[in-house]
């Protein structure tokens, strides 16, 4: 029988597709899929990592409570696993956060509670604050996603081995977006102890600050760093998931490349992803272009376009100039 025992049992083992239609060099471009997860996101396999790691350390007891500052997909992560373990979930995010995601939490069962999103990390108001706040008060389990090792550990355990394996070690090239940093982080520290000629490239949005920091080693000028429309990846700080020493590379593109890449590649390949999965696509088809054939680039689509189609819609994309 091939019977799983939870639904957590689908975690993870996403497919590795070539895109090439989207691609037509002479070196393989491939993506892992991350919408095929239960929560059809790359963050279920840190629900699960970051819930794990807080048992095993006794910092979470049964029927204890979880708050998490998040975008949504780390807050889907764990509200999936945090119902099948018997713990209450509550998720303070920015006003940025598309209505359907809040529902989505809800569906799941979890607290939402929503904060300005103009505001520095250090205000008060801001959902990172908030998070603290709730954590003092109700006695709650706050994983942090942006500084706990279990997020880059979820990644070097599942997606590294699994990149490793389906590529029959040949990848040469790993291209991700960078948010918290775990996925690249993770992943890279895999692949770099198999083969350490493997080439890291984090993929940033303008307005974020890895890309220039990765450059110059500071935080670019304050006017340097402002919102974007692009979900899920930049930041306005550096996480202590980035490990710097297993990323070789960050390349910056726009919000336009990062919605034009995402609606070009579901036209040319049916594969329909999150914006942060379209500048990272476009990345990497900038790394594959000259290289020549035995090249193999993996980069990866952490969630699913539905999720933002209050945003991913041909109206909402042109009044913004984001397509014609
Ligand atoms: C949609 C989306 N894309 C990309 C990322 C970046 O992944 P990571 O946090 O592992 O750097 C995230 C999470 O922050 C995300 O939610």
Not at 148 to 160: I, K
Not at 165 to 188: E, F, L, M, N, P
Request: contains cysteine; aromatic residues 8%.
């Amino acid at each position: 029988m091939e019977i799983r025992e939870n639904i957590l049992e689908t975690i993870g083992n996403t497919p590795l597709i070539r895109l090439s239609r989207f691609f037509k060099g002479e070196a393989v471009l491939a993506v892992k899929v991350e919408s095929f997860n239960p929560g059809s996101s790359v963050k279920d396999r840190i629900g699960l990592s970051l819930i794990e790691a807080a048992e095993q350390a006794g910092k979470l007891k049964p029927g204890g409570t979880i708050v998490e500052p998040t975008s949504g997909n780390t807050g889907v992560g764990l509200a999936i696993v945090a119902l099948l373990r018997g713990y209450k979930l509550v998720c303070t995010a920015s006003s940025k956060i598309p209505p359907e995601k809040v529902a989505l939490l809800e569906a799941y069962g979890a607290e939402v509670i929503t904060c300005p999103a103009d505001v520095p990390p250090e205000d008060p108001r801001s959902y990172y604050k908030m998070a603290e706040k709730v954590r003092d008060e109700r006695g709650a389990f706050l994983p942090n996603q942006y500084a706990n090792p279990a997020n880059p550990d979820a990644h070097y355990r599942t997606t590294g081995p699994e990149i490793w394996r389906q590529t029959g070690g040949r990848i040469t090239h790993w291209v991700t977006s960078i948010g918290t940093g775990g996925t690249i982080s993770g992943t890279a520290k895999y692949l770099k102890e198999k083969n350490r000629d493997i080439r890291v490239i984090g993929i940033d949005i303008e307005g974020s600050v890895f890309g220039y920091y990765r450059e110059h080693g500071t935080m670019p000028p304050q006017d340097q760093i402002h919102q974007y429309l692009a979900d899920g990846i930049g930041e306005d700080f550096i996480p202590a998931c980035v490990w710097w020493d297993y990323i070789d590379e960050v390349i910056t593109v726009s919000d336009k490349t990062a919605y034009r890449t995402t609606m070009e590649l579901t036209r040319k390949e049916g594969i329909f992803c999150g914006s942060s999965g379209g500048a990272a696509a476009a990345g990497a088809r900038q790394i594959a272009e000259p290289l020549a054939a035995g090249a193999i680039v993996v980069t990866l689509l952490p969630d699913s376009g539905e999720r933002y189609l209050s945003k991913l819609n041909n109206a909402w994309m042109r009044e913004r100039g984001l397509v014609e």
